[in-house]
């Protein structure tokens, strides 16, 4: 059966399934009977379209049961989309049902899996009511009873989240996490497992002739400087965050050792850096994998949860989306408001975190004018997890927490739109835009920066800048068979998916919605809607003063390729000190009670414009430890 292009071929095809109630092209369900038919033994291969490419699956049946399922060829993201396929599949094999949860943040391919195995068990004669059977987790939950009483309330299970409350627990104190989706990890789970760090007890015992210490690192973020720009005299950047986030890092690191998390080795400075002092960098994941991903780090966080639950020390939610903060008549935190598919609760506790990370995936916060400090964006994509929803800022500022620098946010350039653009909407296709030889133009046929800066806040503020946030690529057809790679990543830059062999370039290309390739420059800025003497005369003054960049020849075929931008991350947050305490708008008094970790604070407050392997993680461990003990000590006085 031919398929139509994902993702609204498995929409269609799921919403027609579900109200005709069958499975062998959405006709007669074959029953009718008291009794279903067999199935037929054997093995089903079934080929179907997911979220980056097709994929290919395998289902063994006898006559009554899924004996198992076997992903035999795909191309989804790693550690999102590729990691779902067998995560569900053993779902499904296990619960005998093909309505069971699918994965946070990778629910296209969750839900076009459920589809390929409708469609392997169609084949092998099953009926709608066969294998049907509702298995999801309405509100799942570990260790939450009525008469469990915490010290501390955190709120989201991200690696911020989940190391806060392990920490609280590991120090003798009972915590609620509330997590909105049906399982961990938050915008973690989609990192390389970078952590930056110095002095923790693993360096010292493994690495001892790497002298980073946690003054070196402090001292290394407060005098780094970025494009010329002071970390100091950056907006929102504090001396005594950077200096704190610092000293924790490297117990955070030792104490996640504990927990189980697994170290593939230490190098002597993060990457990408700007500043002058290496003080050592760590990179977090299960042994022998090459690089690592954030799944691996977050996994035996979550196996650890257990153990506290099993102590009564900690107790989870999940599905369970927090929407308020409670405070008592004198401004004290008192708890949260939280609601699941049963409604509203109140949940008590002296001390909250607030672990919920930035609003990368609230478009309606991202379209806010920067007249009111925030970022004003015109038209863009989102390379989030789907998780960064934003809910706890306004939550927080209604409790009179300040905020800084909101109008900051971290974008991968280059994203291909593909004529059917809307807010919000996942990166599908990504374009490499600083291979040799492409040439940035705006809207109005002029460049607007540097094509190869190494400055991701430069890089960021290109697109940021621009009218809708569009970038024109530009380059002659001929430059790219000597490109190393293909023009297109599929997903963002970080799931490692390739458009192999240009394959989807090359539509794109004949296409002529978001590529136009003309014989000349000028016909190719015609087709693209810029002006061509504009254009001209911009890639005249490119050549005349390229250096030793490529010359882009006006007279030979060109392609031009319109891209916007996608949202990763946000850089600024809420206001806090070095004690991990929510301030108020006059950035010196505290919120009592209430804490913050990871992206909610910002990143710009702790590092300033130092960009660096590690930063993100390091925000979360290092800021968890210092929120959570902070937290506690206050709940218990």
Not at 563 to 570: C, D, E, L, N, Y
């Amino acid at each position: 059966m031919k398929k139509l292009r994902k993702p609204l071929a498995g929409l269609v095809i799921l919403l027609l399934c579900l109200s005709l109630f069958t499975f062998a092209g959405c006709g007669d369900d074959g029953g009718g009977g008291d009794s279903d038919p067999l199935m037929r033994p054997g093995e089903y291969e079934v080929t179907w379209p997911g979220f980056e490419h097709d994929f290919t699956i395998k289902v063994a049946v006898d006559e009554y049961s899924i004996l198992s399922i076997t992903i035999v060829a795909q191309q989804e993201s790693t550690g999102i989309g590729a990691r779902a396929l067998p995560i569900v599949s053993h779902s499904i094999v296990e619960l005998q049902s093909v309505e069971v949860d699918g994965m946070s943040g990778a629910t296209i391919t969750s839900n076009e899996l459920k589809l390929a195995v409708r469609e392997a068990l169609t084949n092998a004669g099953a009926t709608s009511k066969m294998f049907a059977a509702d298995k999801r987790t309405p509100v799942p939950y570990n260790g939450y009873t009525e008469d469990f009483s915490p010290d501390v309330i955190v709120v989201g299970g991200g690696l911020a989240g989940l190391y806060a409350a392990l920490n609280v627990a590991k120090n003798g104190g009972n915590v609620l996490l509330l997590e909105q989706n049906s399982s961990f990890g938050g915008s973690s789970s989609y990192s390389g497992g970078a952590y930056a760090h110095a002095g923790s007890e693993y360096q010292k015992a493994f690495y001892p002739s790497l002298a980073g210490t946690a003054a070196t690192y402090a001292n290394w973020l407060i005098t780094g400087t970025n494009a010329g720009v002071l970390n100091t005299n950056v907006d929102g950047f504090k001396t005594e965050l950077a200096t704190k986030m610092a000293e924790r890092t490297g117990p955070a690191l030792d104490n996640m050792i504990a927990w189980g998390v697994r170290v593939t080795g230490l190098t002597n400075q993060a990457s990408g850096a700007y500043c002058g002092t290496n003080f050592g960098s760590s990179r977090v994941g299960v042994p022998n994998l090459s690089g690592g991903r954030g799944y691996d780090i977050i996994e035996p966080l979550v196996d650890m949860l257990q153990i506290y639950v099993g102590s009564r020390r900690l107790a989870y939610l999940l599905n369970t989306k927090a929407t308020e903060i409670l405070v008592d008549a004198t401004g004290k935190v008192t708890g949260v408001k939280a609601e699941d598919k049963s409604g509203s609760k109140n949940y008590s506790a002296k001390a909250v975190i607030l672990a919920s990370g930035g609003f990368a995936d609230n478009i309606e916060m991202l379209m806010k004018p920067v007249s009111e400090g925030y970022p004003g964006l015109k038209k863009f994509g989102s390379s989030s997890g789907g998780q960064s929803i934003g809910n706890m800022f306004d939550a927080a500022m209604k409790v009179g927490a300040g905020t800084y620098r909101m109008e900051v946010t971290r974008f991968d350039g280059g994203m291909i739109e593909a004529g059917y653009h809307f807010n919000g909407k996942k990166v599908e296709m990504e374009a490499r835009y600083s291979q040799a030889g492409i040439v940035w133009l705006n809207k109005a046929g002029v460049r607007p920066e540097n094509e190869w800066t190494t400055d991701n806040f430069q890089r960021w503020a290109v697109w940021r800048e621009a009218q809708d946030q569009t970038i024109y690529l530009v380059f002659n057809e001929s430059m790219v068979a000597g490109w190393p790679n293909p023009c297109l990543y599929l997903g963002n830059y970080a799931t490692g998916a390739a458009d192999r062999d240009n394959v989807r370039f090359n539509e794109l290309v004949a296409e002529e919605r978001v590529a136009w390739k003309a014989d000349t420059l000028a016909g190719a800025a015609a087709k693209a809607g810029l002006d061509p003497a504009t254009v001209a005369a911009t890639i005249a003054d490119y050549n005349a003063n390229r250096g030793n960049r490529l010359e882009l020849n006006p007279a030979q075929p060109c392609i031009i390729l319109e891209t916007i931008a996608s949202v990763k991350g946000t850089l600024g947050g809420l206001l806090s000190n070095e004690k991990a305490e929510i301030l108020k708008p006059d950035n010196s008094t505290p919120i009592l009670g209430l804490y913050g970790a990871g992206e909610i604070l910002g990143d710009i407050g702790s590092t300033g414009q130092s960009w660096f392997g590690g930063v993100c993680l390091t925000l979360c461990a290092g800021w968890g430890d210092e929120a959570s003990n902070n937290a506690l000590v206050y709940a218990k006085q």
